[in-house]
């Protein structure tokens, strides 16, 4: 007779830690957002960001997410389309710029897709 195959049901236990895990990641990820928009920085598609070489351009910032860059902490690295390198990022404060610095900004944006 062949042996029946074992169960490949997570054992309650694995489930309680890794919904712990994934409740404390989404907590994560929100409290980074919060403290981004109450710090006067902008988060999501038309981010605000200066490169290490005080370029301005905008880019897609997502708290706890990154596909075209490596996130280090409040810093990415990744490629500067104004001086055509790869470099650190920054957010920028939304009050720190002008209408017209935004604009600039605005018209200079990396790729949206990596």
Do not use: N
Request: proline share 8%; charged share 25%.
């Amino acid at each position: 007779m062949p042996k029946k195959p074992k169960p490949t049901a997570v054992p309650a236990v694995r489930r309680k830690r890794l919904g712990r895990a994934v409740v404390g990641a989404i907590g994560m990820i929100a409290l980074e957002t919060a403290y981004m928009r109450k710090s006067g920085y902008a988060v999501g598609l038309q981010t605000a960001v200066r490169c290490r070489a005080g370029h301005l351009f905008t880019t897609i910032w997502i708290p706890g997410a990154s596909v075209k860059a490596v996130r280090l902490g409040p810093v990415r690295l990744q490629w500067c389309p104004v001086g055509r390198h790869f470099t650190s990022v920054r957010p920028v404060k939304v009050a720190e710029l002008t209408d017209e610095v935004q604009e600039a900004a605005r018209l200079q944006h990396d790729a949206r897709i990596p």
